[in-house]
Structure formats: C-alpha cells, structure tokens
C-alpha cells in the first residue's frame, strides 16, 4: 500500500509541474513573440509493482512551441514583425553573448543604434544597426533591407535553427541557442509596423488548468482513502 501511495505522491507532483507550466503561458499571454511551453511525457517500462499496482519510469520533456502567432498593427515603424520561420539576432554590448527572438519591437538609442527594449543590440547582416541623424523616413522592406530615406544603411539578419525545439528560454521571448549553430533564412518575409503576439491560447490553457486540477484532487482522494485503510489496519492490529 505504501507503493500506491508514493504513485499518487509521484502523479500529483507532475500536475504541480504541469501548472506551474500553464500559468506561466497564461502570465504571457500579452508578452510580444512568446512562445508557449508545452510538455511530453513517455512512458516506458510498464509494469505491476509488488502490490500489483501500476507502475512505469516516466521522463518528461518541455519545449517551446513554434508555432506563429497572430500579426497586430501598430503603425510603430520600428515594430517589425516576422512571417514564416526565424528569429531576429540581439547581442550584448557588454559580452557579446547572443539570443534569439520573434519579439521585434525595437527602438533607437540617443547614437541612433537599432534596441531591442531591454538594451541589446539589433544585430544586421554586417552587424549591429545604425541609423543617420539626418535622413529620410525610415523603411524596413519584405526582405529585411533598411532604407533611411534613399540610402540603404543595413539589412536584419534572420537566423534559423536544424531543431528549435531544442532553444533554451532565457526569458519571455527570447532564446539561447543551446550550443546549435544558427543558420542565417536566405529570403526573410518582414512586416513594419507590426508585431508578433504571444501563440497562447488562453481558453485552452484555462481548459488544461481545470483538467490537471481535477487529476490532482483525485489522486489527492486516493492517498487520503489509502491514508484511512491503514489507520483503520493500524487499529485492528492494535487489539490483538
């Protein structure tokens, strides 16, 4: 009995996990170019234990879900969003260390170089984006080209990944790349003055939430069934 009890012990610590999860998607539901965490766990070695309870090894994997979010308009020409596949490049000033986003709200430093909110640099095909004083307005094109004006002044990089399920978050919306090699999209789509929302569906995650808490009170009812079973054992043994 006590194995039963270490398996509902073992079940309810995986739908702690599985919350803390969607919670987490539902917290950035709003966040520009999130992308979803979602798990899969596989089940090997099943088995009946010395109870002749269920039993198996389990090893669970999360990732983020690629999939594209919608587009919404802003009118921002440093918003800029991404279709299809790719992740726009930022680097640290300080460490040089890269990561990778689809959040591509961007802004201009007082030196006119090309941010993303949190102070990293924009990173273009020749490196980081800078923006003349005095020039035209600025346009970002289909393919990434920046024009000021008449003038092209850099192009965005867009990079891709052989396996972007392995990215690893480093926060919100952006990436490490988990020692893999970026691989830089030959033909970007881009849209200015837009950006890319967050892929979280919250009703679905809602659904999963009431799902997992209802999975997580009825293993809790089994520990407290098999919790009464030995006190009730406990006390019968205790008249002898």
Same mark, same amino acid.
């Given at each position: 009995?006590?194995?039963?009890?270490?398996?509902?012990?073992?079940?309810?610590?995986?739908?702690?996990?599985?919350?803390?999860?969607?919670?987490?998607?539902?917290?950035?539901? !709003?966040?520009?170019?999130?992308?979803?965490d979602?798990?899969?766990?596989?089940?090997?070695?099943?088995?009946?234990?010395?109870e002749?309870?269920?039993?198996?090894?389990?090893?669970?994997?999360?990732?983020?879900?690629q999939?594209? !979010?919608?587009?919404? &308009?802003?009118?921002?020409?440093?918003?800029?969003?991404?279709?299809?596949?790719?992740?726009?490049?930022?680097?640290?000033?300080?460490?040089?260390?890269?990561?990778?986003?689809?959040?591509?709200?961007?802004?201009l430093?007082?030196e006119?170089?090309?941010?993303?909110?949190?102070?990293?640099?924009?990173?273009?095909?020749?490196?980081?984006?800078?923006?003349?004083?005095?020039?035209?307005?600025?346009?970002?094109?289909?393919?990434?080209?920046?024009?000021s004006?008449?003038?092209?002044?850099?192009?965005?990089?867009?990079?891709?990944?052989?396996?972007?399920?392995?990215?690893?978050?480093?926060?919100?919306? &952006?990436?490490?790349?988990?020692?893999?090699?970026p691989?830089?999209?030959?033909?970007?789509?881009?849209?200015?003055?837009?950006?890319?929302?967050?892929?979280?569906?919250?009703?679905?995650?809602m659904?999963?939430?009431?799902?997992?808490?209802?999975?997580?009170?009825?293993q809790?009812?089994?520990?407290?069934?098999?919790?009464?079973?030995?006190g009730?054992?406990?006390?019968?043994?205790?008249?002898?």
């Amino acid at each position: 009995m006590l194995i039963r009890l270490q398996n509902s012990y073992s079940s309810m610590n995986d739908m702690v996990r599985q919350q803390e999860r969607i919670a987490n998607n539902l917290a950035n539901a !709003g966040t520009i170019g999130y992308r979803r965490d979602r798990t899969f766990t596989e089940v090997f070695n099943e088995r009946l234990d010395a109870e002749l309870a269920p039993i198996s090894d389990r090893v669970t994997t999360q990732w983020a879900d690629q999939a594209s !979010g919608a587009l919404e &308009s802003t009118g921002n020409p440093l918003d800029i969003a991404i279709v299809g596949e790719g992740f726009f490049v930022l680097s640290d000033p300080a460490s040089g260390n890269q990561r990778f986003t689809r959040a591509g709200r961007f802004t201009l430093d007082a030196e006119g170089t090309l941010r993303d909110p949190s102070g990293m640099l924009v990173e273009g095909e020749s490196g980081p984006i800078q923006v003349p004083p005095e020039g035209g307005p600025l346009e970002v094109r289909e393919d990434g080209e920046i024009w000021s004006g008449d003038q092209v002044i850099g192009k965005l990089r867009l990079v891709q990944f052989e396996n972007p399920l392995q990215l690893r978050r480093l926060d919100g919306a &952006s990436f490490d790349a988990g020692g893999m090699d970026p691989i830089d999209v030959e033909q970007p789509v881009l849209r200015q003055g837009y950006v890319e929302q967050s892929n979280v569906n919250p009703m679905q995650e809602m659904t999963d939430m009431i799902a997992h808490f209802r999975l997580f009170e009825s293993q809790q009812k089994s520990i407290q069934t098999q919790d009464n079973l030995l006190g009730a054992v406990t006390r019968d043994l205790g008249t002898f």
